[in-house]
């Protein structure tokens, strides 16, 4: 699910069209795997917005576990 917010200017972002692809298997970007959805958000108007992207958790723990399995580090300086 997602939210949008058109920020209050002069141009109205209109129509929106928001497709979500939910991927069988686990995408990786860089190395790293990521959440396996995937957002297209394209608005009849190009202007400013706030955007709220909402996942469950099983898609969350999904991808905590992947990093684990992977010995994967987000913050390898912090040792995390």
Do not use: W
């Amino acid at each position: 699910m997602v939210a949008i917010k058109d920020e209050p200017d002069e141009t109205s972002l209109g129509q929106i069209s928001v497709e979500e692809e939910i991927f069988c298997t686990t995408q990786f970007y860089l190395g790293a795997p990521y959440v396996n959805r995937e957002y297209k958000i394209t608005p009849a108007n190009n202007d400013s917005a706030s955007v709220c992207l909402y996942y469950l958790d099983d898609d969350l723990t999904y991808t905590i576990r992947m990093l684990i399995h992977l010995d994967f580090h987000l913050f390898p300086s912090m040792g995390i």
